[in-house]
């Protein structure tokens, strides 16, 4: 996974090449679909199977979903793919339109027996996924991917300034982790108390792996520099 729990920005390219040794396919996932207006995508570092989350790109988190689940695979799998293909094509004037490629029969004629099913709520996520995205273009992308990434490393850099705080990554997207002096989970409780979201502590994450001190912190184009200020300020304040 890449970024992976952490917000570690991980190079999958060994790992596909140590899996393909061994005669085995590569099942990569992300987690943050706008990374990949900058980061090199995981079919480039040798992945043969792409699964991911696209939330971030039309569906606010307030929806509760379900998200948008992305999966993409190299030509010669596709016909193992569960679900429905469309391709491009034209009509019978020359029109360019959309058609049903590939679509397993049983859907249509064994329904109870049918590998995939694609309900209204989905369809909806997708298309605001599909218009967003659109709308964005691979420029506008790219430039959501700039802004997260350098709020991310703003507000790294501010906490990074308080005695006591430490920033275990050396590589992130828009999400990073903080080595705090004391409980994580209580100064996140503090912080919340004083209106400022200070990230998921990990112990929530993993009860029990011994990472109570650890905060996983993010930042995104929603984050204006005053939240980012407002943050630093609360948390050299909760553990002065």
Not at 24 to 32: G, H
Not at 102 to 107: A, D, V
Not at 128 to 143: D, K
Request: net charge negative; hydrophobic share 45%; with cysteine.
């Amino acid at each position: 996974q890449s970024p992976d729990v952490f917000g570690n920005l991980v190079d999958l390219t060994p790992i596909a090449e140590k899996a393909h040794a061994a005669g085995a396919l590569l099942v990569a996932v992300f987690t943050e679909a706008v990374a990949l207006g900058l980061v090199q995508p995981p079919g480039a570092q040798g992945a043969d199977i792409v699964v991911g989350e696209g939330q971030s790109i039309g569906n606010p988190l307030t929806f509760g979903g379900p998200y948008v689940g992305l999966f993409a695979t190299r030509s010669k799998f596709v016909r193992q793919m569960p679900g429905r293909l469309a391709g491009e094509t034209v009509d019978a004037e020359g029109k360019r339109g959309f058609v049903l490629t590939l679509s397993t029969r049983e859907q249509h004629i064994r329904r109870e027996k049918a590998t995939s099913n694609i309900c209204t709520n989905s369809g909806l996520c997708a298309l605001a996924f599909t218009i967003h995205l659109s709308l964005l273009g691979q420029a506008g992308l790219t430039r959501l991917a700039r802004l997260n990434h350098a709020a991310a490393c703003d507000l790294a850099d501010r906490l990074a300034a308080i005695p006591g705080v430490e920033v275990l990554n050396q590589s992130f997207f828009n999400e990073f982790t903080l080595r705090v002096p004391g409980d994580a989970a209580a100064i996140v409780e503090t912080l919340a108390a004083r209106g400022i979201l200070g990230g998921v502590p990990y112990s929530r994450l993993a009860p029990k792996a011994g990472l109570d001190d650890l905060i996983l912190v993010a930042a995104t184009e929603t984050t204006t520099d005053e939240d980012r200020a407002a943050y630093a300020a609360a948390l050299a304040e909760v553990l002065a």
